[in-house]
């Protein structure tokens, strides 16, 4: 059964075995435009997927402050539903905090990493 898998990588013509030699792209990014991949930085990649991820945990985290307002302020006196209503606006404003200091320090080891491993500042203008 083992001869079976290597049998079939052995019949595709040697297409997988390309090999680039680029001492200038330690990433091999020039290597991935032959193959018809994406040659965007990985590191940029991460760090797009990390923005939008607390991004929409942010949205989130201010609809549920939003909902928590509205049960209060509809709440007409009734004690229970303002208590529930403070405990999820408490709870909401906690996860508000949690989720802005998430973007600060990833954006603070992210920005240091990358001026690290290339030496070039990172910028705004790089994400984009």
Same mark, same amino acid.
């Given at each position: 059964m083992v001869m079976v898998p290597s049998a079939l990588f052995a &019949?595709?013509?040697?297409?997988?075995?390309?090999?680039c030699d680029d001492a200038? +792209?330690?990433?091999? $990014?020039e290597c991935v435009n032959e193959s018809g991949l &994406?040659?965007? +930085?990985?590191?940029? /990649? /991460?760090? &797009?997927? /990390?923005?939008?991820?607390?991004?929409?945990?942010g949205i989130i985290a201010t609809t549920i402050i939003l909902y928590a307002g509205f049960r209060w302020m509809t709440s007409g006196g009734n004690s229970e539903s303002v208590d529930t209503a403070k405990k999820t606006l408490f709870a909401a404003v906690v996860g508000l905090v949690i989720i802005l200091s998430a973007?600060?320090? &990833?954006?603070?080891? $992210?920005?240091? $990493?990358?001026?690290?491993?290339?030496?070039i500042q990172y910028g705004n203008d790089?994400?984009?």
């Amino acid at each position: 059964m083992v001869m079976v898998p290597s049998a079939l990588f052995a &019949s595709t013509g040697g297409t997988l075995a390309t090999y680039c030699d680029d001492a200038d +792209d330690p990433l091999g $990014l020039e290597c991935v435009n032959e193959s018809g991949l &994406s040659d965007r +930085d990985p590191r940029l /990649i /991460i760090t &797009s997927i /990390i923005n939008v991820t607390l991004g929409l945990l942010g949205i989130i985290a201010t609809t549920i402050i939003l909902y928590a307002g509205f049960r209060w302020m509809t709440s007409g006196g009734n004690s229970e539903s303002v208590d529930t209503a403070k405990k999820t606006l408490f709870a909401a404003v906690v996860g508000l905090v949690i989720i802005l200091s998430a973007y600060a320090i &990833s954006n603070f080891v $992210l920005r240091n $990493l990358h001026r690290a491993t290339t030496g070039i500042q990172y910028g705004n203008d790089i994400l984009r």
